[in-house]
T-cell receptor
Framework: GAGVSQSPSNKVTEKGKDVELRCDPI?????LYWYRQSLGQGLEFLIY????????KSGLPSDRFSAERTGGSVSTLTIQRTQQEDSAVYLC???????????FGPGTRLTVL | GNSVTQMEGPVTLSEEAFLTINCTYT??????LFWYVQYPGEGLQLLLK?????DKGSNKGFEATYRKETTSFHLEKGSVQVSDSAVYFC???????????FGQGTELSVKP
């Protein structure tokens, strides 16, 4: 079956612009996660959704970062007023329940110039 | 807080050599432990997992045993292949929520 998909695969933006990253989880998966992979910080958790609610937002680095999930499916991660330190690969994962195996998407590579 | 520490890479081995990648963790309670692998140009894939002490996870010839007494989850393979060249991540999931906490990753390069 189809895995986790993310779009775009690559995004280049200018400092100060807003960007939206999209994640389509595996059909039927109720839990959805966002992570960030960067050279300096490794793999970091950002936010976790169970259905449409986010019981754990502890990894969002600043109030410029927000995420939502609608219909218990697609999620969007929004970064406002991007900074160069936001450059990273943003990974999305989903699982059938909150404590089940997480399956990762291919990631969106964000470059902020 | 919870954390994971992996041996630093890169690790370079010849084909058919024995592989060990060390992983230790700090956690409260009884976490679940994972190894994920990232092949060149591909996404993260689950390699194996263990959910309680003394469990052994295994897949594709790789093994790791959950050792609570030494807080370790070392990855081993008896005979590596060129196709095993990848970055390997150790991770834990605590009891409070589903988020994964990753080690810094270990790059493995296997030469023919």
């Amino acid at each position: 079956g189809a895995g986790v998909s993310q779009s775009p695969s690559n995004k280049v933006t200018e400092k100060g612009k807003d960007v939206e990253l999209r994640c389509d989880p595996i059909s039927g998966h109720t839990a959805l996660y966002w992570y960030r992979q960067s050279l300096g910080q490794g793999l970091e958790f950002l936010i976790y959704f169970q259905g449409n609610s986010a019981p754990d937002k502890s990894g969002l680095p600043s109030d410029r970062f927000s995420a939502e999930r609608t219909g218990g499916s697609v999620s969007t991660l929004t970064i406002q007023r991007t900074q160069q330190e936001d450059s990273a690969v943003y990974l999305c994962a989903s699982s059938s329940q909150g404590f089940d195996t997480q399956y990762f998407g291919p990631g969106t590579r964000l470059t902020v110039l | 807080g919870n954390s994971v520490t992996q041996m630093e890479g890169p690790v370079t081995l010849s084909e058919e050599a024995f592989l060990t990648i060390n992983c230790t963790y700090t956690a409260t309670g009884y976490p679940s432990l994972f190894w994920y692998v990232q092949y060149p140009g591909e996404g993260l894939q689950l390699l194996l997992k263990a959910t309680k002490a003394d469990d052994k996870g295994s897949n594709k010839g790789f093994e790791a045993t959950y050792r609570k007494e030494t807080t370790s989850f070392h990855l081993e393979k008896g005979s590596v292949q060129v196709s095993d060249s990848a970055v390997y991540f150790c991770a834990l999931r605590g009891n409070q929520g589903g988020k994964l906490i990753f080690g810094q990753g270990t790059e493995l390069s296997v030469k023919p």
